[in-house]
């Protein structure tokens, strides 16, 4: 069965850095693009940055510079680096990825349980 296991996340200080990962666990035959979510109350979830299989990135524009996604092929493992954190950077963040579970299997988007960041004095 394939999950997405993040780590990571916490309350942390406004100017703060946090990390953030999230793995692929379970049988897959490839996984795509792979990207953070992220979702505070009363909000809809939105996209925070996402990076494709050769580790070329997209951000949101409010990441400005803040924010540096990456990933590990080899351990199905994509990260998120946030750093000069704000409070209204609080939510819970999601991983999301790609996965294709067999040759032949269609392309799913498959998502993590969410993990809680909190940016608060």
């Known amino acids: 069965q394939i999950q997405l296991v993040e780590s990571g996340g916490g309350l942390v200080q406004p100017g703060g850095s946090l990390p953030l990962s999230c793995k692929v666990s379970g049988i897959s035959f490839s996984v795509g693009a792979m990207g953070w979510y992220r979702q505070a109350p009363g909000n809809q979830r939105e996209l925070v940055a996402t990076v494709n299989f050769y580790n070329t990135s997209t951000y949101a524009d409010f990441t400005k510079g803040r924010f540096t996604i990456s990933r590990d092929n080899d351990k199905n493992t994509v990260y998120l680096q946030m750093n000069s954190l704000k409070p209204e950077d609080t939510a819970v963040y999601y991983c999301?990825?790609?996965?294709?579970?067999?040759?032949?299997?269609?392309?799913?988007?498959?998502w993590g349980q969410g993990t809680q960041v909190t940016v608060s004095t």
């Open positions: 999301n990825a790609e996965i294709r579970e067999k040759p032949i299997s269609p392309t799913r988007a498959y």
